[in-house]
């Protein structure tokens, strides 16, 4: 150790230092260690000199526990400094490894010849906790942030991060569940372009919803309701702002859309179904009233047979069953009504001819006493449908037809094959026709065609209107208002 201090100059400052510091001659052999080069390797300096460096040194790889190549041949042999692998660990005396980093570099004369290598080493042992540390923080961010992506790609909202130009940055994979592409082609096409392609509308609510985020005047989260016509979605959508860690706005925003097309549906029919509840509730305390209390007013009078004579009861018997088939007739109608709604039917070819044929005969009695001129067609198109609904049909249309039309009335039916396939049944009467008005109030439920010319109590259209559309078709009327005219009711069904 003289030697080596008498060699070194530097040796007391090298001393006092806290790294470990080794020199050794161009043969890797020990010629000085200071204090903490002692420390880290459990050798004592002066049983360390003469000995080959890796013999005091014995650093593996952490992984593998195989030997590192010796960093001091390669600074020998490239003339520079060589540092040890990040993941190296030092074997100290007493099997334990220690975390190191360091390196090995040429020592050079004054005439720059290489006279030795010396060895910078320290403990790494709270950096490769950090790091460890570090690594594990990283890994579960990485888990979270691919957890997240999970979550949200599950959505079946569409959710897109956009630029403040409104371009997007990534999208969920609801783009491709929504049909409008690869998800992994997303990035950087304009949210207006990228869902509607070929849209030209300057007014198009994609440009006015992005314009708070491009004119950066976008502060907190919004929300509202579109019909979008080229997705043919009604949609919610969300428009919030990205914020930093400091909580301050940044220049792109998230949009979720998420549609509501189901809900909207739902809600129309819930609203559709308290309309028809009020309606019906008004209906069926007016139209059942009337015949019960005719019904209780004749009942009353066969308590006094005494005083009644047999034909006068016989009357009353008749007007008792007249009114009492009416309101059978209501109750079969209300629940005609309410089991289309839950009856599943499948469609079938349709024998229109002879389904008319039955509706007619149905309504015999009311076709003789108005003598009414029925005219028929003399073939009928092959149309689906389900035969006993669609003879609800048209009892209903030639019901009306007779009630309201002309005197005597004439009824003309007949059937139209549209262009899309669908196939077009009608009945024209001869009445006085109807204004835009009362066109529109026509397929309302429990609305009657005219309170003063004909009772009913409003069922009929609204059957006509719940079997038709149950079967995938529509309901319809025209009629230009002039007298003599008459109405034309229509409905349709899919063709055979």
Not at 189 to 195: Q, S, Y
Not at 298 to 313: I, M, N, R, V
Not at 365 to 377: K, S, Y
Not at 423 to 449: A, I, Q, Y
């Amino acid at each position: 150790m003289k030697k080596a201090e008498n060699d070194w100059s530097l040796a007391p400052i090298l001393k006092s230092i806290g790294d470990a510091v080794i020199a050794t001659d161009t043969a890797g052999r020990v010629e000085f260690m200071n204090p903490a080069a002692e420390a880290l390797t459990g050798w004592v300096g002066q049983d360390a000199l003469g000995k080959e460096v890796m013999e005091v040194l014995q650093i593996v790889y952490a992984d593998t526990r195989l030997p590192v190549e010796n960093p001091g041949v390669k600074a020998i042999r490239d003339g520079e400094a060589t540092n040890l692998s990040s993941h190296a660990v030092l074997i100290a005396r007493g099997g334990i490894g220690i975390p190191i980093l360091g390196s090995a570099a040429p020592i050079r004369d004054d005439g720059g010849s290489i006279t030795g290598v010396v060895w910078g080493l320290h403990d790494a042992t709270d950096h490769t906790r950090a790091y460890q540390a570090l690594q594990e923080t990283f890994e579960k961010v990485e888990q979270a942030k691919r957890e997240w992506e999970s979550a949200i790609d599950a959505l079946p909202d569409l959710v897109c991060l956009v630029t403040d130009q409104g371009c997007l940055i990534r999208a969920n994979r609801a783009v491709e569940a929504w049909n409008l592409g690869p998800v992994v082609e997303v990035k950087g096409r304009r949210l207006h372009d990228f869902l509607h392609p070929e849209c030209a509308d300057p007014d198009c609510y994609l440009d006015s919803l992005l314009k708070p985020v491009v004119e950066g005047t976008l502060s907190q989260p919004t929300d509202q309701e579109v019909l979008d016509p080229v997705l043919k979605r009604h949609l919610l959508v969300n428009l919030c702002p990205v914020l930093d860690r400091n909580h301050r706005i940044t220049q792109s925003a998230v949009v979720v859309m998420q549609d509501i097309t189901e809900r909207k549906r739902v809600e129309q029919e819930r609203e559709k179904l308290i309309q028809e509840l009020d309606a019906f509730a008004h209906t069926v305390a007016h139209d059942l009233r009337n015949p019960v209390g005719l019904i209780i007013g004749f009942a009353e009078l066969e308590q006094s047979f005494g005083t009644t004579s047999s034909d006068e009861l016989q009357q009353s018997l008749r007007v008792i069953a007249r009114f009492g088939r009416k309101m059978n007739n209501i109750i079969d109608e209300l629940l005609l009504l309410a089991g289309v709604r839950k009856t599943k039917v499948e469609a079938k070819p349709l024998n229109m001819a002879n389904i008319v044929a039955e509706a007619q005969q149905r309504l015999t009695d009311m076709i003789q006493e108005h003598r009414a001129i029925v005219v028929l067609p003399d073939a009928w198109p092959v149309a689906l449908g389900h035969a006993p609904w669609i003879e609800e049909v048209w009892v209903n249309y030639l019901s009306n037809a007779l009630k309201y039309g002309d005197r005597p009335p004439r009824l003309e039916l007949g059937a139209t094959v549209q262009e899309d396939g669908m196939v077009r049944f009608w009945v024209h009467d001869n009445g006085p026709g109807l204004t835009p008005e009362e066109r529109g109030r026509m397929f309302v439920p429990f609305t009657r065609l005219n309170q003063a010319r004909a009772t009913g109590h409003g069922l009929g259209l609204s059957i006509v209107q719940r079997i038709v559309e149950k079967l995938g078709g529509q309901v319809g009327v025209t009629s230009d208002g002039v007298t003599g005219r008459g109405s034309v009711f229509y409905f349709t069904l899919r063709g055979g």
